[in-house]
T-cell receptor, first 112, second 112 residues
């Protein structure tokens, strides 16, 4: 199983601050996905990045896929309490279209 | 559309008891899967299926059985529950050609 390491594990910030969450691996992924999970619910897909060096923006969220397709980052600008949740990165294991491996997640708390 | 529906929402079992976690989707997705989520361990794939009559093992299949008799349903069976199976279980589905996973809202299982 290819490992996805996420950092930091926990992050508590004040409303309006910026933050970056990282997802790293020693393996190459054909694509990486970012999910957000709220308490008592299943994860919900935010974005999929496919091309090395790709940058995608979703309102105040910016996702980047590393040039070597081994890492990804999620940057949130001017965080809001509604951004609170567990952020998970996930990638398909090499050669498999069916086994999606998840990182352990970053638990973000945005305080008003 | 209801999406992915999991039942029950909560369940308490005694060691050695058996039970079936139900999962149904109404999106005509070929791919269905089961994950367990534990603190500090992230989401781990138990079993998956790419169509009726086809199932395969994920990362942590021991102690769990699955079958896929219809496109809509993918039940997860615990034949003899153990305390180590205390976890939150998520069912997820997607179209084979699209990587976006749709998750149910989870089943919280406690084995005493």
């Amino acid at each position: 199983t290819q490992l996805l390491e996420q950092s930091p594990q926990f992050l508590s910030i004040q409303e309006g601050e910026n933050l970056t969450v990282y997802c790293n691996s020693s393996s190459v992924f054909s694509s990486l996905q970012w999910y957000r999970q709220e308490p008592g619910e299943g994860p919900v897909l935010l974005v999929t990045v496919v091309t090395g060096g790709e940058v995608k923006k979703l309102k105040r969220l910016t996702f980047q896929f590393g040039d070597a397709r081994k890492d990804s980052s999620l940057h949130i600008t001017a965080a809001q309490p509604g951004d609170t949740g567990l952020y998970l990165c996930a990638g398909l294991e090499g050669g498999s279209n069916y086994k999606l491996t998840f990182g352990k997640g970053t638990l973000l708390t945005v305080n008003p | 559309n209801a999406g992915v529906t999991q039942t029950p929402k909560f369940q308490v079992l005694k060691t050695g008891q058996s039970m079936t976690l139900q999962c149904a989707q109404d999106m005509n997705h070929e791919y269905m899967s089961w994950y367990r989520q534990d603190p500090g361990m992230g989401l781990r794939l138990i079993h998956y299926s790419v169509g009726a009559g086809i199932t395969d093992q994920g990362e942590v299949p021991n102690g769990y059985n699955v079958s896929r008799s219809t496109t809509e349903d993918f039940p997860l069976r615990l034949l003899s529950a153990a305390p180590s199976q205390t976890s939150v279980y998520f069912c997820a589905s997607r179209r084979l050609e699209i990587e976006k996973l749709f998750f149910g809202s989870g089943t919280q299982l406690s084995v005493l």
